[in-house]
C-alpha cells in the first residue's frame, strides 16, 4: 500500500515539438520517468487529442508505450471543459447536450483508461456562462460530475477534477463542496498551485486552499506561475492564452514548499484511499508550460522538462517525501 511516498509522471506532450510518440516518450524515459499522463500525441496519423484515436492507433500507442517501459498514470482529457448550458457568452467554448456528452466525449475517455491501462481520468467542472453568478451553476455541476463518476465507477475507473480558473470549480473551497457533494470514491480531486497563482491568489489563499482539497485529493499537477500580485475574486475572468510567466515549482508563487510539507503529513491517508480504487500510488504530475500554455494544453520542451523535474526532486527531497527514477542496475516494471 502507498506510504509517505510519490510517484513521479509528466504530461509528455509538453515535451515534442511534433508530439510524435517517439519524441514524447524517449525524452519522458531519458528523464527517468515510469509514467506520463497522455494528452496530445501522433500515432503516425497525426496530432490527435488521445480521446480521438481510433482503436488501431491505441494499440500502436500502448505498444510504443511498453517498448520505453511507460505506463500510463493518466488520461488527460478535457472532459468537462464545455459550457454547462447553452448560452452566447463571448467566448468560444463549446456546448453538448449532456446526455450526448456522456454517450460521446465521455465514453471515449473511458475506452482510452481502459485500453491505455490507466486507472485515472483527469477532467474539469464545467464552464458556466462567463459573467454569471457561479453559485447558481454549482448544483447542476454535481449532478453532472456525479453522473460521469458513476460511469467512471462502472468501469473501474477514477475522475479526477482539475482546479482552473474560469470554471465553475475555480477554486479548492468550491472543489471541496463539490466533492463532499457528489460524494462518490470514484471522484477525486486535482491540486494545481500555478492554476491558483494566475488568479491572483497569495500564497496563504493557496495553502488553504489546498487544505480545504485534502478529503478529496487525488494527485497534484506541478506547475507554477510569477505572482503579479492582482486581487482576485471568484468570479474574474483569466485569459489563459496570454498567461507567459510560468516557472518550476521551486520559483513561483504557489509556495511549493509548504503545500509539500503538509502533502507529507497525509500521504498515509491518501494512500489508502487510493489502495482501495487500485490506483498505483499518489502522483504529482509534472505540467510545467515553461514556454507557454492555454486553454487546452502547454510546451516545456524536453530541456524544460528536466528543469521542471529537477525542481520538483528538489522540494520533495525537503519535504522528505520519497520518490524514484529509474536507476543502474535497470529498473523496470513489473
Not at 475555480?170 to 492554476?195: E, M, P, Y
Request: charged share 25%; glycine share 10%.
Amino acid at each position: 500500500m502507498p506510504g509517505e511516498s510519490v510517484l513521479i509522471s509528466g504530461f509528455s506532450d509538453e515535451v515534442a515539438p511534433d508530439k510524435t510518440m517517439e519524441q514524447q516518450f524517449s525524452v519522458m524515459a531519458a528523464l527517468g520517468l515510469r509514467y506520463v499522463s497522455m494528452r496530445f500525441v501522433d500515432c503516425g496519423n497525426g496530432i490527435k487529442n488521445v480521446l480521438q484515436l481510433e482503436k488501431r492507433e491505441q494499440k500502436i500507442l500502448k505498444g510504443r508505450l511498453a517498448d520505453f517501459g511507460l505506463r500510463v498514470s493518466s488520461i488527460g482529457s478535457p472532459i468537462g471543459k464545455v459550457k454547462i448550458a447553452d448560452v452566447d457568452d463571448g467566448t468560444r467554448n463549446r456546448f453538448v447536450p449532456f446526455d450526448q456528452y456522456l454517450r460521446d466525449d465521455v465514453a471515449r475517455a473511458i475506452e482510452a483508461a481502459r485500453e491505455l491501462d490507466s486507472k485515472l481520468i483527469r477532467g474539469f467542472s464545467f464552464y458556466h456562462p462567463r459573467g454569471s453568478d457561479l453559485e447558481k451553476w454549482i448544483g447542476q455541476s454535481i449532478d453532472q460530475l456525479g453522473q460521469i463518476a458513476a460511469l467512471c465507477d462502472e468501469n473501474g475507473l477514477t475522475f479526477g477534477v482539475e482546479v482552473e480558473a474560469n470554471l465553475i470549480g475555480q477554486t479548492g473551497q468550491i472543489l471541496q463542496r463539490i466533492h463532499k457533494q457528489v460524494n462518490s470514491r470514484a471522484l477525486l480531486l486535482i491540486f494545481d498551485g500555478g492554476n491558483l497563482v494566475t488568479q491572483g491568489f497569495s500564497e496563504k489563499q493557496i495553502m488553504e486552499q489546498f487544505i480545504d482539497m485534502l478529503p478529496g485529493l487525488g494527485w497534484m499537477h506541478i506547475k507554477d506561475h510569477v505572482s503579479d500580485e492582482r486581487p482576485t475574486t471568484a468570479s474574474e475572468y483569466v485569459d489563459e492564452e496570454v498567461l507567459n510567466q510560468f516557472v518550476p515549482a521551486d520559483r513561483g508563487a504557489t509556495g511549493h514548499v509548504l503545500i509539500f510539507n503538509e502533502l507529507k503529513r497525509h500521504l498515509t491517508e491518501i494512500g489508502k484511499r487510493l489502495h482501495d480504487r487500485e490506483i498505483d500510488g499518489f502522483f504529482v504530475d509534472l505540467e510545467p508550460h515553461l514556454r507557454g500554455g492555454g486553454q487546452f494544453g502547454g510546451y516545456s520542451g524536453a530541456d524544460g522538462m528536466g528543469i521542471a523535474l529537477r525542481a520538483l526532486c528538489r522540494l520533495l527531497e525537503s519535504a522528505k517525501i520519497e520518490f524514484e527514477l529509474r536507476s543502474w542496475p535497470t529498473t523496470g516494471l513489473s
